[in-house]
Structures are given as C-alpha cells and as structure tokens.
C-alpha cells in the first residue's frame, strides 16, 4: 500500500477489505528494532487512527521470530548518549499512548521469539493470539535497566502483580501456552494454525459494528490511561538506568552470550 511504502521495519498489505495488515519485515535480524524501526513502530499507529480505509489491523511477523527487540547499537546509545534517551522516553511513551488512543481495533500474532518494542506492541493489541511455542520475555533487567515503558501497567493487569513480578523481575521467559494460562495472551494455536486464526479474528473486527467496537476499545483502555503516571515513572527509571554501571555489563553480557554478573546496586 502506497501510504505505507515509506516504513522500513515492516510492510503493510490489506489481505481483506478493512483490514489492514502490518508485517515485521526484516527475519535475518530477527525482526530486532533499528534506531529507525523503533520511532516507526510508535508512528505508524496514529496513521491508522486517521486512515478511513481501515477497520481492523493485523501485526504479524516475517520468519521464525516475531521480534527480538532492540537492536546491539540502540541500547549502546542509550548508554552513551543523553539525547538518545530522550528521544527513546519519547518513542516509548508514544508507542504505548497511540496504540491505546487508535481507535481501531488491533490484532497481534505471535510466533517464536517475542521481546522488547515488538512486544509492547503485541501486547497492548486488542486481541493477541500466539504460537503455543513463542517464546516471550521481558529482558529489561537482565539488560541491566528497569523494566519500564508498557510492562508496569499492562502486566498487572494481564496476568496479576504476583506473576508479573515473577516474570519481569526475573526475566522468566514463557511459551504461547503458558502466556495463555496466565492471561497475558487472549489466546494460542499450534503453530501452523496462527496466521489464519489471527487474520480471521481481524475479518470479524473489520466485519463487525465499527463505531460500537471502536467505543468498547476506548473505554476498556481507559485502565490502562489511569496507569498513566505509574507509566512515566517506570520509564524514566528505565531511562536513567541505561545511564549507570548495570547496563553496560548487561549488554557485554548479550554480546558474549553469557550470564551477566552485576556488583552493589547504586544506593548501597
């Protein structure tokens, strides 16, 4: 679609009519977020809010993993660059916001690997429906930095606060199935049977009563819109954490593909 062509870290076809469907483009990287795909991803959701054409909206992913997250030279300058940071609160802030605030009813189908930004965004669709063997985590503290932005309003109330601290404090990783059982996820399929069942969904959204649906979407998420504080001080903690000691030995950490070894936290 012409209005779309100028995203980079995923292109946009309408498989049906209404819907639209934004696919994670780039599976040699692991569908991983650049500098670029990261600001795209908060963008492209108030396009769609705007977008007459547009009913219903299917994110999906190219390849074995849905996305891995952030790219290596994104967190490093993060660490290095205060500007950067700022931007990123920023990006991450509009990321959550405008996919709460597009009216249109948004659908995610989640395969393999699921972390960072691409995450957020599976997660705060409207509908998530994963592979029984995605794998999905939140990485942020073992990256060395809190895990900020959507996790400390939506988690909560997805899976409650004792499995949310279980799983973000410790970096837990979780199949589809066990996202399901929690009710991180609206629901799972093997894997050959994801694609369809989520395209499907997104038919019936697009098929259905546009301004009722649009209205039960906008009041549902005003849950999440009162977390609105919690949320800014989540990820300005994120953000001043990619600022200290910790991150540094977590990103070596991931580049070494070893387990990160943290010394005394900062007020000690």
């Known amino acids: 679609m012409q209005a779309y062509s100028h995203y980079t870290a995923f292109r946009a076809d309408m498989p049906h009519e209404g ?16 500098k670029i795909g990261h600001q795209e991803i908060a963008d492209v959701w108030r396009q769609i809010h705007r977008d007459a054409e547009v009913r219903s909206v299917l994110l999906c992913a190219e390849g074995r993993a849905f996305s891995a997250g952030g790219d290596f030279s994104l967190v490093e300058e993060l660490s290095e660059d ?27 189908a989640i395969q393999g690997p699921a972390v960072g930004a691409g995450l957020v965004a599976a997660l705060l669709a409207d509908i998530s429906v994963a592979s029984k063997t995605a794998k999905i985590v ?3 503290t073992r990256l060395g930095v809190a895990a900020g932005d959507h996790a400390a309003i939506i988690w909560p109330i997805l899976c409650g606060i004792a499995k949310a601290k279980y799983y973000l404090l410790l970096c837990e990783p979780m199949t589809g199935e066990e996202a399901e059982r929690i009710g991180l996820v609206s629901m799972v399929t093997e894997p050959d049977e994801l694609q369809e069942r989520a395209l499907e969904i997104a038919c019936r959204l697009a098929k259905g009563a546009p301004t009722a649906i649009r209205w039960t979407k906008h009041s549902l998420n005003n ?5 609105g504080p919690m949320m800014d001080a989540s990820l300005a903690l994120e953000m001043l954490g990619f600022s200290g ?9 991931l580049r070494e593909r070893r387990e990160p070894v943290f010394g005394k936290p900062a007020s000690e």
């Open 19 to 34: 819907v639209l469907r934004l696919t994670l483009c780039h599976p040699e990287r692991l569908n991983s977020l650049d």
């Open 82 to 108: 205060f500007r950067a940071r700022v931007r990123v609160w920023h990006e991450a802030r509009e990321l959550v916001h405008n996919i709460l605030d597009c009216e249109k009813p948004i659908v995610s």
């Open 138 to 140: 939140d990485g942020h």
């Open 223 to 227: 849950w999440m819109r009162s977390a």
């Open 245 to 253: 000691p910790e991150v540094k030995e977590g990103l070596a950490a």
